[in-house]
């Protein structure tokens, strides 16, 4: 199966220096440096529960912007509640 945008996108998150590689037929058949990119949507839960995208009635997805690369640090877009390091990490969504 091949991985879609959002997974691809998880992987960044947690290992930006990583490498996907496609395989057919027990052969690699493209290799892919993934990107971190500019803003992230729908993946990561914001920890602040006062947030608009924690309330149960308002159906807005979660958007976090990347302020910073290394170490990676990520602001939400509504609340701008910065997360960084193992914070990342555990509002991974599933």
Same mark, same amino acid.
């Given at each position: 199966?091949? *991985?879609?945008?959002?997974?691809?996108?998880? *992987?960044?998150?947690?290992?930006?220096?990583?490498?996907?590689?496609? *395989?057919?037929?027990?052969?690699?058949?493209?290799?892919?440096?993934?990107?971190?990119?500019?803003?992230?949507?729908?993946?990561?839960?914001?920890?602040?529960?006062?947030?608009?995208?924690?309330?149960?009635?308002?159906?807005?997805?979660?958007?976090?912007?990347?302020?910073?690369?290394?170490?990676?640090?990520?602001?939400?877009?509504?609340?701008?509640?910065?997360?960084?390091?193992?914070?990342?990490?555990?509002? *991974?969504?599933?």
């Amino acid at each position: 199966r091949d *991985i879609d945008s959002n997974e691809i996108n998880k *992987i960044a998150i947690i290992a930006p220096n990583a490498t996907i590689n496609k *395989i057919r037929n027990y052969r690699v058949v493209e290799k892919k440096k993934v990107t971190l990119p500019r803003s992230i949507v729908g993946i990561l839960r914001c920890p602040n529960p006062s947030c608009i995208t924690n309330k149960e009635r308002e159906p807005v997805r979660s958007v976090f912007i990347v302020k910073q690369k290394d170490p990676l640090v990520l602001a939400c877009k509504y609340c701008e509640r910065e997360i960084s390091g193992e914070d990342i990490t555990l509002s *991974i969504t599933t």
